[in-house]
């Protein structure tokens, strides 16, 4: 089971080290509700769109019917592909919605949580054509918060017990996973990267900005100015590959890990300001909400 520690744990009773290893590795409970609301929001949205397709994407009547999907893909398992009727997609994508709203408000968010992913993940698996980056971190950050206390504040959960924890943190095995599991992304896309020309070159945003449908406004502007371009196109190479140490720093933690969140919130910004990516910068501005330390949040009630 997690550890939950109160917020100003250096000193007093608990060793340093102990503190340094939570500075690291351990999340604010208040951190975790901005998470799960963040969770809920992309579902409802992820939901809301992928219901606009819903008999083209999900049925037999689609694209993709069972039959089909059971015998080119090699599936685990998938509710959604016990039938191809309309009638059982809205079904399942009402209950999807329903334990979104759950996990909005925090009731039974446990529960709550375990759905989402368990019937999120059901949905990837039907129709794994029209998946993207985004889905594979939202299903991540779903599974690893199944092991976490969403609902400890700000919840109704939270109300229903009269207890609100507001300064505690969570130290375990499931804090350290989500938190990893998050920075481990960026090294590893950098690590691909580097192998591809158009990486190295500095030639992808002027490349990527050049397909229609693609490139958004902004793109498009941004391709007529190629030097712009390779440079944007390093600076992103170089964010992805050690920006993800300033989250990890052993001094000066707090200060670094939000300087670190910022940057990685304008990032993501900017990547969905240049290219239509759908909602992959949404997951992933969700994806740091785990980072953002106590101070901000002591901060913004007045109480640091």
Same mark, same amino acid.
């Given at each position: 089971?997690?550890?939950?520690?109160?917020? %100003?744990?250096?000193?007093?009773?608990?060793?340093?080290?102990?503190?340094?290893?939570?500075?690291? *590795?351990?999340?604010?409970?208040?951190?975790?509700?901005?998470?799960?609301?963040?969770? =809920?929001?992309?579902?409802?949205?992820?939901?809301? /769109?992928?219901?606009?397709?819903?008999?083209?994407?999900?049925?037999?009547?689609? +694209?993709?019917?069972?039959?089909?999907?059971?015998?080119? *893909?090699?599936?685990?398992?998938?509710?959604?592909?016990?039938?191809?009727?309309?009638?059982?997609? +809205?079904?399942?994508?009402?209950?999807?919605? +329903?334990?979104?709203?759950?996990?909005? $408000?925090?009731?039974?968010?446990? =529960? =709550?949580?375990?759905?989402?992913?368990?019937?999120?993940? #059901?949905?990837?698996?039907?129709?794994?054509?029209?998946?993207?980056?985004?889905?594979?971190?939202?299903?991540?950050?779903?599974?690893?918060?199944?092991?976490?206390?969403?609902?400890?504040? /700000?919840?109704?959960? %939270?109300?229903?017990?009269?207890? #609100?924890?507001?300064?505690?943190?969570?130290?375990?095995?499931?804090? %350290?996973?989500?938190?990893?599991?998050? &920075?481990?992304?960026?090294?590893?896309?950098? +690590?691909?990267?580097?192998?591809?020309?158009?990486?190295? !070159?500095?030639? @992808?945003?002027? !490349?990527?900005? #050049?397909?229609?449908?693609?490139?958004?406004?902004?793109?498009?502007?941004?391709?007529?100015?190629?030097?712009?371009?390779?440079?944007?196109?390093?600076?992103?190479?170089?964010?992805? #590959?050690?920006?993800?140490?300033?989250?990890?720093?052993?001094? &000066?933690? !707090?200060?670094?890990?939000? @300087?670190? $969140?910022?940057?990685?919130? @304008?990032?993501?910004?900017?990547?969905?300001?240049?290219?239509?990516?759908?909602? @992959?910068?949404?997951? /992933?501005?969700?994806?740091?909400?785990?980072?953002?330390?106590?101070?901000?949040?002591?901060?913004?009630?007045?109480?640091?």
């Amino acid at each position: 089971m997690p550890l939950v520690l109160p917020s %100003a744990h250096v000193g007093g009773d608990v060793p340093p080290s102990r503190g340094r290893v939570d500075a690291l *590795f351990g999340i604010d409970l208040r951190s975790l509700a901005v998470l799960r609301v963040g969770l =809920a929001c992309y579902l409802l949205v992820d939901l809301t /769109m992928r219901g606009c397709d819903l008999e083209a994407h999900y049925t037999d009547s689609g +694209v993709l019917p069972v039959d089909v999907l059971t015998r080119t *893909f090699r599936m685990p398992w998938s509710v959604h592909a016990l039938s191809g009727m309309w009638a059982w997609q +809205v079904v399942l994508f009402s209950l999807q919605a +329903v334990a979104a709203v759950a996990l909005a $408000v925090g009731w039974r968010t446990r =529960a =709550a949580t375990v759905l989402s992913w368990l019937l999120l993940t #059901s949905l990837h698996y039907r129709n794994p054509v029209v998946l993207n980056g985004g889905d594979t971190v939202i299903r991540l950050l779903l599974l690893w918060s199944c092991f976490l206390p969403l609902g400890a504040v /700000m919840s109704a959960d %939270a109300k229903r017990r009269r207890e #609100s924890p507001e300064s505690a943190r969570i130290l375990g095995i499931p804090s %350290a996973a989500l938190l990893l599991q998050v &920075a481990l992304i960026y090294p590893l896309a950098a +690590v691909f990267k580097l192998r591809e020309p158009v990486w190295t !070159e500095l030639r @992808f945003l002027t !490349e990527a900005t #050049s397909v229609e449908g693609v490139a958004t406004a902004l793109g498009s502007w941004l391709h007529g100015v190629p030097p712009l371009a390779a440079v944007l196109t390093a600076a992103a190479l170089l964010l992805e #590959s050690i920006g993800v140490l300033f989250a990890f720093s052993p001094w &000066a933690t !707090e200060r670094l890990r939000m @300087f670190a $969140v910022v940057v990685f919130i @304008f990032f993501h910004l900017g990547i969905g300001l240049v290219l239509d990516l759908g909602l @992959f910068p949404l997951a /992933m501005l969700v994806a740091w909400a785990p980072f953002v330390p106590d101070r901000v949040w002591n901060l913004l009630s007045g109480s640091d």
